[in-house]
């Protein structure tokens, strides 16, 4: 069953702007994971964050985890035309070999 | 390195008909997936495998097989295709349960 839920569904935001997204989870995991998809385009794999740990940053990327909350958060700061994009959450559970995804976020960066 | 590939990257099939949708990786991963993506569902695990010579049930294996033969090459069957099974086929291969490297994606329409 699809465990990553990500809210809101749909996001647009000028050039420049900052653009957050949320996800929500059911059970324990290991790690959660961020992965954008551009339009008819495979995955790409963004960011991970373990279960210990509650923020991390790659480059414009900011990423939380709340456990307690089940509720992880992406930031994509100073947005470009570029980052348009569906972007999904994912989560890794202890004990199995597979990710859950969620529906997925589109986010539209206007020039 | 190529990465993830898959072939075709498009095919029309008639109900009944049988194909094979081949996913090769050159990145000696161990893990392989089988996902479909239908517009507002996200990405569901059709197969997968944890190494050559083993496959796994997903969410959805109804009606698809794979095979696992070598460590490179995860092969996903429709034996029978049925209007359902149009979609967006990914592929995906990771070297442990991090971090997943996606394909481009078969475009698969059954009329």
Request: proline share 3%; hydrophobic share 30%; aromatic share 8%.
């Amino acid at each position: 069953s699809q465990q990553g839920e990500e809210d809101p569904q749909a996001l647009s935001i000028q050039e420049g702007e900052n653009a957050t997204m949320n996800c929500s989870y059911k059970t324990s995991i290991n790690n959660l994971q961020w992965y954008r998809q551009n339009s008819g385009r495979g995955l790409v794999h963004l960011i991970l964050i373990r279960s210990n740990e509650r923020e991390k940053h790659s480059g414009r990327l900011r990423v939380t985890l709340d456990t307690s909350k089940k509720s992880s958060s992406l930031l994509i700061t100073a947005s470009r035309a570029a980052d348009t994009a569906s972007y999904f959450c994912a989560t890794s559970s202890y004990g199995n070999n597979r990710l859950a995804f969620g529906k997925g976020n589109q986010v539209v960066v206007i020039p | 390195n190529a990465g993830v590939t898959q072939t075709p990257k498009f095919r029309v099939l008639k109900t009944g008909q049988s194909m094979t949708l081949l996913c090769a990786q050159d990145m000696n991963h161990e893990y392989m997936y089988w996902y479909r993506q239908d517009p507002g569902m996200g990405l569901r695990l059709i197969h997968y495998s944890v190494g050559e010579g083993t496959t796994a049930k997903g969410e959805v294996p109804d009606g698809y097989n794979v095979s696992r033969l070598k460590k490179q090459n995860f092969l996903l069957g429709l034996e029978s295709a049925a209007p359902s099974q149009t979609s967006v086929y990914f592929c995906a291969s990771s070297r442990d349960r991090s971090e997943q490297y996606f394909g481009p994606g078969t475009r698969l329409t059954v009329t």
